[in-house]
């Protein structure tokens, strides 16, 4: 019997959002023809997370429920959690099993390194230095999940040439759009590369289509350009094939098992050279040079 993922989507007013969230789930499901994927979503649409949890329990005796969505706020910590528990009651015969969301990880930098790569394009390729970048994510009451957006931020400015990338958020919290694009005016940026920090169209992708407009209206001289959100990347896909393996309990699955140093440039070039890694207190030299550099 195939294995029964549940894959729950946040929901849009903007219909188109809810069809590419089916869409998505279908070209995922063609690309993993093991398992049987159903979705459903938490708000704004015809099938909500009670229903699309009853109709997977029909399906198979255990149920994986993976949330389609960045950043961990009360969706994902308080409120599908307490869908599962009373489906269980429901269904007593059925094991579900609660997968991570996608959260901030080395795939989602990928996507947004070219994705920024892609407005920069657009904008001719300009000076990375007198350029702005700008993330921009939904915004959420859980400071975590703000947090996460701020990560990925530092992430991008670790591997770029820009001196100015910060974060701004739609709604719910600041700072938002507006007082980021004139805060990176005052500090001399001429151009501003805007990336949704967002998985599907919606309405607030349509909001910032529009905020967008209005700040080129406002600041003339300055050229701003915003990218695309994440949509059908590979890396979302592979993400997913993590959370449910994860899930599944494979040991050997996704960025769960990897260390905070397994992937540091360091430890590559240490290992390229023949030295090992250690982590350790320095001695006296070490702080010494430390201290000098």
């Not at 997977?56 to 950043?71: D, E, G, M, R, S």
């Not at 991008?156 to 005016?185: K, M, N, W, Y």
């Not at 979302?236 to 994860?246: F, G, K, P, Q």
């Not at 320095?282 to 201290?291: C, I, K, L, R, Y």
Request: aromatic content about 6%; proline content about 4%.
């Amino acid at each position: 019997m195939k294995t029964t993922i549940l894959l729950v989507g946040h929901g849009s007013r903007h219909t188109a959002g809810n069809t590419e969230i089916n869409t998505f789930a279908k070209h995922w499901a063609s690309k993993n023809p093991q398992w049987h994927i159903d979705t459903c979503f938490i708000e704004f649409a015809d099938i909500m997370l009670d229903q699309g949890l009853d109709n997977a329990a029909k399906h198979a005796p255990k149920v994986i429920i993976v949330p389609l969505i960045l950043n961990a706020a009360g969706h994902v910590k308080m409120e599908i959690p307490h869908h599962i528990d009373k489906a269980r009651k429901r269904h007593p015969s059925v094991e579900f099993i609660y997968a991570r969301h996608l959260g901030a990880s080395n795939q989602i930098l990928s996507i947004l390194k070219r994705n920024l790569r892609k407005v920069l394009v657009q904008m001719d390729v300009p000076d990375p230095k007198t350029t702005g970048v700008i993330l921009l994510g939904r915004g959420s009451s859980d400071r975590i999940a703000n947090g996460e957006v701020a990560k990925m931020a530092r992430w991008l400015f670790e591997e770029s040439d820009h001196e100015c990338i910060d974060i701004a958020f739609t709604g719910i919290t600041h700072p938002r759009l507006e007082s980021v694009v004139q805060r990176h005016v005052t500090l001399g940026m001429t151009q501003i590369a805007i990336l949704p920090y967002y998985l599907f169209t919606g309405t607030l992708i349509e909001r910032i289509k529009r905020q967008v407009v209005r700040l080129q209206a406002q600041y003339p001289r300055l050229a701003l350009a915003h990218g695309h959100y994440f949509g059908f990347e590979d890396e979302i896909y592979a993400l997913l094939n993590n959370r449910v393996l994860e899930a599944l309990g494979d040991a050997n699955s996704g960025d769960s098992n990897m260390m905070e140093c397994d992937g540091c440039q360091y430890r590559s070039l240490a290992e390229e050279h023949g030295q090992g890694h250690h982590h350790h207190e320095p001695t006296n030299t070490e702080g010494s040079q430390e201290a000098a550099a």
